[in-house]
């Protein structure tokens, strides 16, 4: 199972959370992306090319930062559930408190109902592209994805 509660844990998804300082409002935190992170933010956002600004760090040259971005810290539950879902889980469940939960292909059948039991929830918000077309839906009437 992979959980997501925090913005330290998109790192390993392209996102890295920088400072909170560079925001002259103090609400929105300073993230360098790498090419992973930012096809999340693509996804998450809708827009097919984003553009961004200039990166902070370099990171590695494996896998260099391609820009950086201001966000909102309520962001943080939408590009986790992209972030998953783009590394190829099927499903992922949010918990009303906000944490993010995938099943990893490998866990018992039982999984979700156990963490369900554990965070003292009943319900969870299940999340999976299972749009007419992957993570949007066709217009019936013209045919048009997006």
Not at 8 to 17: E, K, M, N, Q
Not at 51 to 80: F, I, K
Not at 99 to 126: F, H, N
């Amino acid at each position: 199972m992979k959980v997501i509660s925090s913005w330290d844990h998109l790192r390993a998804f392209g996102i890295d959370a920088l400072t909170g300082e560079a925001c002259g409002l103090g609400f929105r935190i300073l993230c360098d992306v790498t090419a992973k992170g930012k096809k999340v933010l693509e996804k998450c956002l809708g827009t097919p090319s984003l553009t961004l600004y200039e990166s902070w760090n370099r990171e590695s040259q494996a896998d260099p930062h391609v820009g950086c971005v201001m966000l909102v810290p309520e962001l943080l539950m939408p590009l986790s559930v992209f972030a998953l879902l783009e590394s190829g889980y099927k499903e992922v469940w949010v918990c009303p408190r906000g944490s993010v939960y995938a099943i990893d292909p490998d866990d018992p059948d039982d999984s979700i109902e156990t963490v369900k039991r554990w965070l003292e929830v009943k319900a969870l918000r299940r999340f999976s592209y299972r749009g007419t077309a992957g993570d949007r839906n066709i217009h019936q009437m013209s045919g048009r994805v997006n």
